[in-house]
């Protein structure tokens, strides 16, 4: 397969995108570059790479400020069944809240 792009808009600091990728990719080890909003991570022949913006606020009210950041994620290399089966990974990793 070849490259694919997933453009999100994520309700994380990059502090709490930072804390929970290991967990969404099965392993700690990749490399960031650019202060750490470029992450790379490879495993055999695929290859990923999340490229995360600026730190943005998005306010509700006064009151309600809420961090978002948007995140690319380039896929390389993945079957078609192993891009699903990674995407579902990092988005339940990612997932806040009861569900």
Do not use: C, W
């Not at 570059?33 to 022949?45: A, D, M, S």
């Amino acid at each position: 397969m070849s490259k694919v792009v997933v453009e999100k808009e994520m309700g994380y600091t990059q502090a709490e995108f930072h804390r929970v990728l290991p967990k969404a990719l099965g392993s700690g080890d990749y490399k960031t570059t650019l202060e750490g909003r470029e992450i790379v991570f490879e495993n055999g022949k695929t290859r990923l790479t999340i490229t995360l913006s600026d730190q943005k606020i998005r306010s509700i009210t006064p009151l309600m400020r809420i961090p978002y950041m948007e995140v690319s994620f380039i896929f390389e290399g993945f079957t078609t069944e192993g891009l699903e089966a990674f995407r579902k990974k990092l988005d339940r990793s990612f997932q806040k809240g009861g569900g």
